[in-house]
């Protein structure tokens, strides 16, 4: 991949659930880390895959390999917030095991608000 591709802002949180007053549970995210990212739509047998599981992938997104950002440091806790929008991690891959590239499989699960 070209790091020219990766043409918008993200910030990759890690989300935890935390009881409220009202017995029910809050969402709360970390500061996270802001990189550069390419966000890449899913289309085709990757989708129809994860529709056997029931979790449908809806985009790759694309960020560089770092100390902060690698697979094994990634879960199903953590979302990508990008252009307005919140993806939850589904799965996280270094890409050839070259620590140059970490691709994320994610599921848009609505506006960051």
Do not use: C
Not at 18 to 38: E, H, T
Not at 64 to 79: F, K, N, P
């Amino acid at each position: 991949m070209d790091p020219g591709e990766l043409n918008r802002l993200g910030r990759l949180r890690a989300q935890t659930d935390q009881p409220n007053s009202m017995l029910g549970l809050d969402q709360i995210f970390d500061a996270g880390v802001q990189r550069w990212v390419k966000l890449d739509p899913i289309r085709g047998l990757v989708v129809r895959q994860g529709e056997q599981i029931g979790d449908q992938p809806t985009h790759f997104i694309w960020m560089r390999y770092s100390d902060q950002v690698r697979a094994e440091l990634i879960g199903q806790t953590h979302v990508v917030d990008v252009l307005g929008r919140r993806f939850r991690v589904i799965d996280a891959i270094n890409v050839g095991d070259a620590r140059e590239w970490v691709r994320l499989t994610t599921k848009d699960i609505g506006p960051t608000t």
